[in-house]
């Protein structure tokens, strides 16, 4: 018994696109290049957490206009801000416009990314993308970097800083402009 060309052209569409699905699942590629691979666990939406020493004292907050949670370890952020309070009431304010927050401490901040200290000097720190441990307030990044201060600038390529003791290395290519303090 011949089927109709009809029920034909349909069951051959079907067969195909059976085919396509399949090797598709099989070989572990998305149809959709904008599906994430792992589902949505969690969404939320101008979010603030804070965190606090065992003494009580508030070691940073984070906030950000959407943070997204694919998988138990990773979390997207967009437009993260983190404040970083050091024991001396110093503080430290770095802001990007996307960040990846793995395994409770690290923080990869991505373009535009911006971090300033106002008190007791205004200090500026520009670069591509920078990784942050919320644990230890230290922070790095393999990019270029530009450094203002009252004294003037610097451009680097890569840097080392741990924001409590303001310890900082400059990596490569150091180039520094000194106009003194301004305000002497």
Not at 56 to 85: A, C, D, F, W, Y
């Amino acid at each position: 018994m011949w089927m109709q060309p009809r029920r034909l052209a349909i069951a051959i569409i079907m067969v195909v696109v059976g085919y396509i699905l399949l090797n598709a699942t099989q070989s572990g590629s998305n149809l959709s290049n904008d599906t994430p691979s792992t589902p949505l666990l969690l969404f939320a939406e101008n979010i603030e957490t804070q965190t606090f020493s065992s003494n009580g004292q508030l070691t940073h907050s984070m906030s950000g206009m959407r943070l997204e949670q694919h998988s138990q370890n990773i979390i997207q952020i967009t437009s993260p801000k983190v404040r970083l309070l050091n024991e001396d009431n110093s503080q430290w304010e770095v802001s990007a416009q996307s960040g990846v927050y793995k395994n409770d401490s690290l923080l990869q901040l991505l373009n535009d990314v911006h971090a300033e200290k106002t008190v007791p000097e205004q200090i500026q720190i520009n670069t591509d993308s920078l990784l942050l441990n919320t644990k230890t307030n230290f922070i790095s990044t393999k990019d270029p970097v530009t450094f203002l201060s009252q004294n003037g600038k610097l451009t680097a390529i890569g840097m080392t800083f741990d924001t409590k003791t303001e310890n900082i290395e400059f990596l490569a290519d150091v180039r520094a402009l000194y106009t003194g303090n301004k305000n002497e």
